[in-house]
């Protein structure tokens, strides 16, 4: 059958490229050739306001994936901002969350990585810890700048995530938060420190998150896996 459509939400912001120095809304590539590479469609999908959108978004691709980018809101989950979290933005929040929304009411597979993983845990009714640093003692998890940390993660047998990259792997992580709460998920992957690096819902439906940026590495299986999902999905729809 014809290549499934991933939707890949976006940043928006400030950024410069040959004489232009404007806002603008992207996403590293890395994203989209990592969807290409596992068979499927990238579309990017910039945050929006106009009511509905969401529904009909969802309604027109075959999977999701809620990408990094900046801290949640942490009214978001009722909390007081830590002094290390910032640069959240509420449109993109509130953008994401709707389509979390809209792709649980109809069944959608989608993948959340890094702040998709956070963003997904809120929407479930979680919480996030702000500064992962002060629980582990160490800043491994986003060594500072554009540079990832490398850490090695144990998922948990019998998960859907295990089927995908094993019962090791070594991933590229940036992230100074991570989920203190998961409503709805469980917890299927830690680092040496404790820290949780993934979670999944139970059930049939692909619904995944990785706190590391599998992208980075091209991880066919986690891609192959949501691609695989979103065929079926497309199947079920009629697509």
Known sequence: MDAPLIGLTTY???AAWGVWHTRADLLPTEYAAAVEAAGGIPLLLPPMS???AADRVVSRIDA???SGGADVDPGQYGAEPHERTSGWQPE???WELALLSAAEETGLPVLGICRGMQLMAVHGGGTLDQH???LVGHETHSPGG???GTVEVATTVGSRLA????AQVEVSCHHHQSVATHPGFTAVARASDGTVEAMEAAGDRFCLAVQWHPETRVEVGLMAGLVEAARAHAVRAGD
């Open 92 to 94: 993109r929040d509130v």
């Open 64 to 66: 999701l994936v809620v």
């Open 132 to 134: 992962t640093p002060d």
């Open 146 to 148: 554009d540079a990832y």
């Open 163 to 166: 089927t995908l990259v094993g």
């Open 12 to 14: 928006r912001q400030q």
């Open 50 to 52: 106009l009511p509905g």
